[in-house]
């Protein structure tokens, strides 16, 4: 007979080969997903073999990769992870803090911060119109009262003043959003501003260029099952959805967005990514090179230039009452001199507006300097 010790080893191999075994059974029998809506991206498909590929290593790179993808019931384990490391006391899971409800993105200093900050004295020295700059303090600063005791974040504080001394004409967000930090205008699951975070940018700026803001508006809930970008790169996916509002009718403004190569036109908002993960894309249609908003019905004829990255997009709605066309630029796409590119649409003013997390990392805002 066995002594219990060396049973007990035996039992547990077994169990643990048994294990391994049923996850290699599952492989074999479930189907490689193309897509994971969880984290929002493609997942690796079985590489091609060549004996090149094994000699360079290069299909063993790819294989560990595809494995990795096509882990069986993979999202359910990264959840299970998160679950386990949270009852064990850890509230940072891959770079996102977990506050409460809520999740916070960590920020951290680029090197590119400072050399990005240096562009923008270029762009109003190369404009003849008028350049306005509001940075936008992310989640981090704005309700750093909220994070985990000793977490680490970006001085957006110290940078925001910064940028505030450039020679550009100021939009004040951080005030505005921070003036308003009782109220739920970050989601929890995603790093955008909501909607109604987007109106209290909005109002800055159209106080910043001396115009009064309109009203809020009536709230209409498009969505109750909104999981965002935070959700799915941390793991914790036992959180309740977000919801997604609208205050502005998009009724007779037209939007023209050009990917590159063609152009679609539709409205303020593309409903068809409701029905998706991405359902922040369907503010405008989601990241495209240009956006051109037109609305005949503007309380102005004014032309504005909006050098952005996606948190624009919830603000566009508001900013399209006032201007009979807007332009949203984004540089990572449509690479082009801004102060060129200002003068030939014949715009009245330029507002740079990116996330401070976005603008200080951004790797072609050397496009705002020619």
């Not at 550009?168 to 308003?180: E, F, Q, S, T």
């Not at 970050?186 to 803001?213: K, N, Q, V």
Request: hydrophobic share 40%.
């Amino acid at each position: 007979m066995f002594p219990i010790k060396r049973t007990i080893q035996f039992l547990t191999a077994a169990i643990f080969c048994l294990f391994l075994g049923g996850l290699g059974v599952l492989h074999i029998l479930l189907p490689d997903q193309p897509f994971s809506p969880v984290e929002n991206r493609n997942l690796s498909q079985l590489p091609a073999f060549t004996v090149q590929k094994l000699v360079d290593g290069s299909y063993t790179k790819a294989l560990e990769t595809y494995l990795e993808d096509q882990f069986p019931l993979r999202d359910r384990w990264i959840g299970l992870k998160s679950r386990y490391e949270y009852v064990l006391g850890q509230r940072e899971f891959g770079g996102v803090y977990l506050c409460g409800d809520r999740l916070i993105a960590k920020v951290e200093e680029s090197e590119r911060a400072e050399k990005n900050l240096s562009f923008i004295p270029k762009l109003v020295e190369k404009s003849d119109i008028p350049v306005y700059l509001g940075l936008i303090p992310t989640a981090a600063e704005v309700w750093k009262d909220r994070l985990p005791a000793g977490a680490a974040s970006f001085d957006q504080a110290g940078y925001l003043e910064k940028a505030k001394a450039l020679g550009a004409n100021w939009v004040d967000m951080a005030a505005a959003l921070i003036g308003h930090a009782g109220e739920e205008i970050f989601y929890r699951t995603d790093h955008h501003w909501t909607s109604l975070g987007a109106y209290y940018g909005y109002a800055a700026f159209m106080e910043a260029i001396g115009e009064t803001p309109l009203p809020l508006g009536e709230k209409a809930t498009v969505s109750e099952d909104f999981y965002g970008t935070l959700y799915s790169s941390s793991g914790v996916h036992w959180l309740s959805p977000d919801s997604i509002d609208r205050y502005v009718s998009d009724q007779g403004i037209t939007v023209t967005a050009f990917d590159g190569i063609q152009e679609t036109t539709h409205g303020l908002y593309v409903d068809e990514f409701l029905g998706k993960k991405d359902k922040y894309a369907s503010f405008l249609g989601g990241n495209q090179p240009l956006y051109t908003i037109q609305n005949p019905n503007a309380t102005t004829d004014q032309k504005l230039l909006i050098v952005r990255d996606s948190y624009s997009d919830a603000m566009a709605p508001f900013l399209a009452q006032h201007f009979s066309e807007i332009r949203l630029l984004d540089l990572r796409y449509y690479r082009t001199g801004v102060a060129a590119y200002a003068q030939e649409m014949g715009a009245d003013m330029i507002l740079v507006c990116y996330s401070v997390d976005n603008f200080q990392k951004d790797m072609d805002a050397i496009f705002l300097g020619q």
